[in-house]
């Protein structure tokens, strides 16, 4: 169903709104999940038909040693660092001697890692070589509206893009993927993605491991259903989309990773398209969070556990003993207050990645007492409110309309969002361009691994997540970014907005739809 084929005002299997929730987030899961199963029981929601829960604890025999996606060749040309990358279609062995249909960059399956520093320019010579359209969008970049990727920058079949921006952002695990409206799960799932690594001089300081692939081990984590003859396939989905039985790593089936140093730092990218992980190690030990979706935390966070949602990053440090074996997993995520929660994963389990320790190990990189002070956005400075409500597939009630802007912004301004996902199903809020932060959730502090910079965050439901953002400097009137919930079908179906960043006096901003509650919230 296209977005523009749903009646106004409400979508397919859009839920009652859930009155707003003000108590002590402890009480929330109880009450919340009663309120809201009182909603979803009278809603039509989709998704009739779920899968019972999956694990493959224990199951996996971690037969195939982990593939590190190359890094990018890159020339300097007048002191713009170019890279090369072609979307085509291929075929991938993930089991030998099985040949599935896949589509990758410059490769059969995802891409090269993209690696510039800051203030480095840097232009990507992008071809299609695919028989649609498609976008490349530079997920978690701060760049130009019409560098973004998004669907307003579409590639045809045969032809080159080349966007080019100055990296002016801290050292962060970003990544790549297509963003053509409605299209974007489909291609994102046939292997479309890869990693974009800014360096600074910050991060270079710290005594990090950073040796690519050796100590510093990217991990493009990814959900995925084989049919019997070895072909991606959907499993029977929930609201959510859908969910895949199997785990790729970088594209490897039962992945095994070599560790030769005391110290690995894991880049942990949720490339899945509707999956929320719940990361831990097969014997709980703790682990050092060190970075977020846009770089450094302030100090390295001790975690046993970790949500993910689809499009989030993180960076964390591993402590290994010599000639130890010791299992990445996700367990049970925690979802929050969605309703049967199962029918969105929240019961499945998997081995993702097997770490083996050689019988001597290497001191290289350690964790540091402090990394780097994350500059905290001043909620005074903000000069706009704005909420947003997610429900259904849509934000606000209305779905996306590449005509229709929803929100003119000030270029430099700071602005406050409080985001709230109406419904007990899962959802996520991703802001192109921006890197913000979650000042509250429900009124409280957000946990530390929620503290750093951030570009996509999960909607726990019935919580209001109020958020900070800086827009940048770069004013354009006439290319949009956009903001929408990452779960890739969502998306799809329309669960995104588009705002413009303009200069200060532009007569566009007195267009501003203000875009909020709709009961004429803002100053
Ligand atoms: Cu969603």
Redesign the pocket.
Known sequence: MGPKSLPPGRGAGQADPVPRIRRPRALVAVGAVAALAAVVATASLAGCATAAPVSTVGEVDFANRLAIPPLAASEVVDGVRVFDLEARAATTEFRPGVATATDGYSGSYLGPTLRASRGEEVAVRVRNALDEVTTVHWHGMHLPAVMDGGPHQPIEPGATWTPQWQIDQPAATLWYHPHPHGETEAQVRRGLAGLFLVDDAVEAALPLPRDYGVDDLPLVVQDVTFDDHGQFTDRPAGFVGDLGDTILVNGTLAPYADVATDVVRLRLVNGSSARVFGFDFSDSRPFAMIASDGGLLDAPVALEHLTLSPGERAEVLVEMAPGERVVLRSEAPDLGAVSGAASSGGADRFDVLELRAASTLEHRGEVPAALAPVERLDPDLATRDRDFR?NGTQINQRSMDLERIDAVIEAGSTELWTVLNEMPQA??FHVHDVQFQVLDIDGEPPPPELAGWKDTVYLDPGLPYRLILRFGSEADPDHPYMFH?H?LR?EDQG?MRQFLVVAPGDPALRRDPDPGSGSGHGH
């Open positions: 997610l959802h996520n919930c779960l969502h669960m």
